[in-house]
Structure formats: C-alpha cells, structure tokens
C-alpha cells in the first residue's frame, strides 16, 4: 500500500514538473476556489445575521406590546395572593401567544414570578417546561428591570431546536412578573442553509468554469510551444526538413513563422559546413595521399645522402642529418593525417581479438628506451606478473601507449615516467604517470585537441605532430573505452586508458584511479582534481575529483 503510495505521488510530481497546462490549470483552481469559498463564506453569514436581525426585530415588537398589555391585565391586582390573578396570567399568556394554547407556529410564551416563588405559578402557552432555555443570566437581567435576549438551543417537547430567548418586565402594584417570548429559528436556519448550498454551488460551477477556461487558454498557448519542442527535437536528431504549421496572423503564428525561419537558416548553415568539412576531408585525404609520391622520392633521395654523409663536409653532412629527422617527421605527420581522416570520414574499423597487454607494455617501453634516455626520463613499469586478457585491437592500443608515454617522457622534465597495468572483471586500464610541470586548471579540456600545445614557444623534444593525443582519443572511444587526462600545476600529469575487456561492453567504473595516490591536492581546492572524462560515443565533460583519499574520485566520469 506505502509502494502504491509513493508510486502515484512520484507520478503526481512528474506530471506536475512537465506540463505547464496542468500547474496552471491546478492554481487556477485553487486560488479560485479559496476565493469564492471566502465570498461564499461571507455571504452566507451576512444573510444569517439578516435573518437573525429581522427575528430579533420582530420579537423585540412584540416583547414590548405583550408587556404593555399584562401590565394592563395585572395593574387592578394589588396582591399576589389574590384569588383571579392566576387566571388571569393564564388567560392573558394565551392571548399573548395568539388566543390557541395548542398554536403550533412554535412561539412560546411565557410569564414568570422569581419574587414569588411557590405563589405565582409559571405560566407558558403552550404548556412547557422553558426552564432549560431560560439561563439564570437572562432571569438575573430581566429581574434587574432590563429587557435582554439570548440565544439558545434545546428541546421543548419536541426535536432540538435554536431558540431566540427575549425577556422583559412587567410591573404591577404589588412587584414585578418576568414576561418571555421563545421564538424558534428553525425557518430562519433553513433560509441560510438554503443561501449557502446556492452560494456553494453557485461558486463550484465557477471555479469549474474557471478551470475548464484555464485549460483551454492554455491549451492554446502550450500546443503551439509542445509542436516546437517536438519540430526542435526532429531538427536536433538530424531531420532538418521539419518545419511547424502556421495559422493566422497573432503572435503565437509569428512565433511558428519565426521558428520555421531560424530552423532554414540552420538547415542551410548546417549543409553548408557538412559541406565545408566533407571537402576538408576530402583536401586533407587526397592532400596526404597525394604527398606519398613525392615524399618517397625525396626519401630516396635523402637515404641516399644520409649514407654518403661522412664524406661531405661537416655542415654538409649536418644538413643531411637534419634533412633526414624532418623527413622522418613529416612522413609521420602525413601518416596521422591520413589516419584522422580516416576517424573523420567514419571508416576506421577496430580488429579486436583477444590479447595479453602485458607484453605490449614492455614492447612500448622498450621502443622509447632510447628517446628516455636521450631526455634522461627512466621507465618504471608495474605490470602484473599473470597475463592481461582482453579483447582489443593490439595495433591500435600499442599506438595509444606510443603517444602517451611519448608525450610523458617529453614533458617529464627528467623525471620518472610510471607506466601502470590493472585488471578487473569488466575492463582494463592503463595509467602513464609523469612529474613534470603538469597541467594547469583548464589545460585538462584542451590536451586532446589537435595540434594543441600547452606552451608554443616550447620546443618539441621528441618531434612529435601535435595528432598523437586526438588519434588516442579516436582509437579510445572506437573501441567503446575512456581516456582521461589528470593534471596539476607542479605535480605533473596521469592519462589512464580504460577499454572493456569484452569487444562491445559497456563501461562503468575503471580498476585504476584517475586522480594518483601521491597527488598533493589543496584543502578546498578542487582544481587539481580536475578530470577530462571522455565517454565511448565521442562526448567530453569535465569532473571534478574528490582527492586522492577518496577511490569513487576516480568514477566520477560523465559518459556519453
């Protein structure tokens, strides 16, 4: 039961957070209803009081034209002993109450002697007991010589009624008698309960009325704005022919007019970069294809030179040197082109077969033994002494660990560069850890773009083509992995290469932490922790880690 309850209050919540038609349909009703609940309020009381008044009025009337004629009837009487007086009260409380001791309008009248008690009997027309309607205040006030009123309810011989209680004195020659009129307001009740259920239903109809005018002027409004939400999101999902309806001349068709205006000039900027870019592919692609021709003659051409280099003079043979490096470097350079290219056209295709990474970490170290020691950066591993399954394009996974530690011993400022294997049940990951002079806050967003350098002036070391880290990135996300990149000033740099260790599954945390154990983050400073997470389908966001104490730090990553 608590379930269902919950269930139908979460689906309550959502309703009301997503349709604008029902939150202002549901405070129309509302403030309204507490409106003409308050006016209804109002009113019925006002025609209470009304009522009350005229009774009060009237009996207050006949209060004093009954008191004036009693005290006619007793004015020859001198002594309360006197044989006829009785009678007469009798006689006289009958008249007052309209000559019928059996009258049924259900006005009681009644004369009473407090004075004289046990020799005045009292007297009602029609016989009744009003003791428990008249209160001892009121007899106390009416004895005082005071006319006073009260209202009360009880029973006199029949169902609980509201009564309106007026008393008033009677004087005589030998004292005072108490004269009182009962005069039910049951007629009364009735009226302004009949008031109120017309106010009531009178004030439902109108909020209802209200509510169903709420809807529909929303309903106008909000249509028009659910047709563009939804024409919106046909565009963002590639359907740039989607166009809203328009229809008549008010604001809500100049909006669809507009709508329609700004989603042509999209669709015609969108077809024009498309355009741009399948050209700059296209340049690019033929440009680096077209290259391969003449670069291999010039590499004839330079290999010959090269060989025959100690025979030249020495600026000579330096030349040749130097010719040849270049070469090296731009014949890398037209490799990575063409390989961008081939991630910007869509047709890199992953070879995934099941593989021990162990050895390719030591192949990679041993490939850069040499450029660490010319940079004097010594390569620690710490790889596992069991092989590393998973399943994964060797060739492409060996070209992100080339670019990585590349890029560590080049910015390792002649420090250790720490190269770190783990393993879990669902994936595989790989850190390269440097000291150097680290990223600074925002640096994290930008090392993956091409050809970014984080100092220009900074000469490359290891001549690079400022492409490593954009085709890492390309070869990460192909293979439904993350790379991410953490940085801090002083402190040095961690790029951790997570992939699935079966070809196709999805990733949900990494067995390697982001953020490393001996990184020195600032109390409150979350800066150094700063992580670029890059999901499987190409999104980047930035996350912020916990510090280095905390391992969910290194799971804080946005996927796509």
Same mark, same amino acid.
């Given at each position: ?15 009301? /957070? ?28 006002? %025609? ?9 009025? $009237? ?46 309008? &259900?006005?009681?009248?009644? *004369? ?5 008690? &046990?020799?005045? @009997? ?6 009744? $007991? ?14 005082? &010589? ?67 005018? #709420? ?10 704005? /659910?047709?563009?939400?939804? =024409?919106?999101?046909?565009?963002? #999902? ?10 008549? @001349? ?6 669809? +007019? ?11 900027? %969108? ?36 060989? @025959? ?7 000579? #043979? ?8 270049? !070469? ?15 991630? $910007? ?9 099941? =593989? ?17 020691? /010319? ?14 399954? +998973? ?66 002036? /900074? ?11 954009? *085709? ?5 996300? !192909? ?82």
């Amino acid at each position: 039961m608590a379930g269902r309850v919950l269930g139908l209050a979460a689906g309550l919540h959502q309703t009301w /957070r997503r349709s604008l038609q029902v939150r202002v349909v549901t405070i129309t009703l509302v403030v309204s209803s507490l409106l003409v609940g308050g006016f209804a309020y109002l009113i019925a009381n006002k %025609i209470t009081d009304i009522l009350v008044e005229n009774a009060k009025a $009237d009996t207050l009337l006949r209060l004093r034209s009954g008191s004036d004629y009693s005290a006619k009837q007793f004015y020859l009487y001198s002594q309360p002993q006197e044989a006829q007086l009785q009678d007469t009260i009798e006689g006289t409380v009958n008249y007052l109450a309209g000559g019928d001791p059996q009258q049924t309008s &259900g006005v009681v009248v009644a *004369i009473t002697a407090d004075s004289y008690t &046990g020799i005045i @009997e009292t007297r009602t027309s029609p016989a009744t $007991d009003v003791r428990p309607l008249v209160s001892r205040e009121l007899r106390a006030a009416v004895a005082e &010589g005071k006319v006073a009123h009260q209202i009360r309810t009880g029973r006199l011989g029949g169902e609980r009624t509201k009564y309106l209680v007026y008393g008033s004195p009677v004087p005589t020659r030998f004292g005072q008698l108490e004269l009182y009129y009962l005069v039910p307001l049951s007629r009364q009740d009735a009226t302004a309960a009949d008031a109120r259920a017309t106010v009531l239903a009178t004030g439902l109809a109108l909020v209802l009325l209200l509510g169903l005018l #709420a809807a529909l002027v929303t309903r106008l409004v909000v249509t028009p704005v /659910r047709v563009a939400a939804r =024409t919106a999101q046909r565009l963002s #999902a590639g359907l740039l022919d989607q166009r809203m309806e328009v229809n008549g @001349e008010d604001d809500l068709a100049l909006l669809a +007019a507009s709508f329609n205006q700004m989603a042509t000039n999209l669709q015609r900027q %969108i077809l024009r970069l498309e355009e741009m870019s399948r050209l700059q592919r296209r340049f690019t692609s033929d440009v680096s294809h077209e290259l391969r021709t003449p670069l291999t003659t010039v590499r004839m051409a330079a290999d010959l030179i090269f060989a @025959e280099r100690d025979e030249f003079d020495p600026a000579v #043979a330096r030349s040749a040197e130097l010719l040849q490096a270049e !070469l090296d470097r731009f014949e890398e350079l037209l490799t990575d082109l063409l390989e961008i290219s081939r991630f $910007d056209a869509g047709f890199a295709m992953l070879d995934s077969e099941p =593989t021990d990474l162990v050895p390719v970490v030591h192949r990679v170290a041993d490939r850069l033994a040499g450029l660490a020691e /010319r940079a004097g950066v010594a390569i620690e591993l710490d790889v596992p002494s069991t092989p590393v399954i +998973a399943e994964v394009d060797p060739r492409r996974v060996e070209r992100v660990l080339r670019n990585l530690v590349g890029n560590a011993v080049e910015h390792g400022e002649a420090k250790p560069v720490l190269i770190t294997l783990g393993m879990d049940r669902t994936a595989v990951a790989i850190t390269v850890r440097d000291h150097g002079v680290g990223l600074r806050p925002g640096e994290e967003k930008l090392v993956f773009n091409r050809f970014w350098r984080a100092d220009p002036s /900074r000469a490359r070391q290891t001549g690079g083509t400022g492409l490593g880290l954009s *085709i890492s990135l390309e070869d990460a996300r !192909l293979h439904g992995g993350w790379l991410e990149a953490w940085g801090a000033p002083g402190q040095g740099a961690q790029f951790r290469l997570t992939l699935p260790a079966r070809a196709g599954d999805r990733l949900t945390t990494s067995p390697l932490r982001l953020v490393p154990a001996d990184a020195a983050l600032p109390f409150g400073g979350p800066r150094a922790g700063e992580v670029l997470a890059i999901g499987p389908a190409g999104g980047g966001a930035l996350a912020i880690g916990p510090g280095p104490a905390a391992d969910d730090g290194d799971r804080a990553e946005v996927r796509s």
